[in-house]
C-alpha cells in the first residue's frame, strides 16, 4: 500500500467513511471512499489545491457511477508532521440542504 493510500485510508477512517477497494482502477468502486450517502475524494497537499471544473466532474461522475450518490472532495492541507486544515466541497444544492436543516434544527432547539 503507498503512502498516499494509507493516507487515504486514515482519513476515511477519520471520517467514520468506508474505503473503495481499487478505487479509480475499475468500473465499480468509484471515488477514495463512501460516507453515509456520499462519494468522497481525498485530495492532500502540504500547502495548495487547485479545484477545476475537471476535477468536480470526476467527482460528480464518480459519484453517479455509485448509485448516484452525493459527490463531496475532502481538501486536507499541511505538510507532514504538521497541524492539517481540512476541508469539504460540496455542491449548492447540498449545502442548501444542509443550511435548512441546521436552521429548522436551531429553531426547534430555540422553541424548547
Known amino acids: ?17 468506508k474505503p473503495q477497494k481499487n478505487s479509480g482502477r475499475s468500473d465499480h468502486h468509484k471515488g477514495d471512499a463512501i460516507l453515509d450517502g ?3 475524494d481525498y485530495k492532500m497537499s502540504a500547502k495548495s489545491f487547485t ?8 467527482a460528480t461522475a464518480d ?10 472532495i475532502k481538501v486536507i492541507l499541511g505538510a507532514e508532521g504538521e497541524p492539517k486544515t481540512r476541508l469539504w466541497v460540496i455542491d449548492e444544492d447540498t449545502f442548501n440542504e444542509f ?13 424548547n
Open 38 to 40: 456520499f462519494t468522497v
Open 1 to 17: 500500500m503507498t503512502k498516499w493510500l494509507r493516507l487515504e485510508h486514515a482519513e476515511a477512517k477519520r471520517d467514520g467513511a
Open 51 to 58: 479545484l477545476t471544473k475537471l476535477v468536480w466532474g470526476k
Open 63 to 72: 459519484a453517479v457511477k455509485n448509485d448516484l450518490s452525493i459527490p463531496a
Open 99 to 111: 443550511r435548512e436543516a441546521y436552521n429548522a434544527l436551531q429553531e426547534q432547539t430555540s422553541s
